[in-house]
């Protein structure tokens, strides 16, 4: 099955920091450029970030100098670190490949003292 599958999420206080995984399977991986997406409470997505098969990285200016986005192809797996984390980060954080698949269940951030 072609699936992709977010986990690391929990509650930090802000200036905290958390890395996300996104596990991928059922494709190869390593041809795929891969995207982190994050929906806020009665928001629409916003686009976070994105990795491309060769490792070239792309940011939101909102979270560029704080979020890092990385790859390890022998793991299948795409990693975002967060750091000093704020409150408007709280959101739900899926990721995808693309061209996309069907979405995950996503994983949530709360951010909040």
């Known amino acids: 099955e072609v699936q992709l599958v977010e986990s690391g999420g929990g509650l930090v206080q802000p200036g905290g920091s958390l890395r996300l995984s996104c596990a991928a399977s059922g494709f190869t991986f390593s041809v795929y450029a891969i995207t982190w997406v994050r929906q806020a409470p009665g928001k629409g997505l916003e686009w976070v970030s994105a990795?491309?098969?060769?490792?070239?990285?792309n940011y939101a200016d909102s979270v560029k100098g704080r979020f890092t986005i990385s790859r390890d192809n022998a793991k299948n797996t795409v990693y975002l670190q967060m750091n000093s984390l704020k409150p408007e980060d709280t959101a739900v954080y899926y990721c995808?490949?693309?061209?996309?698949?069907?979405w995950g269940q996503g994983t949530q951030v709360t951010v909040s003292s």
């Open positions: 995808n490949r693309i061209p996309s698949i069907s």
């Open positions: 990795i491309s098969s060769g490792g070239n990285t």
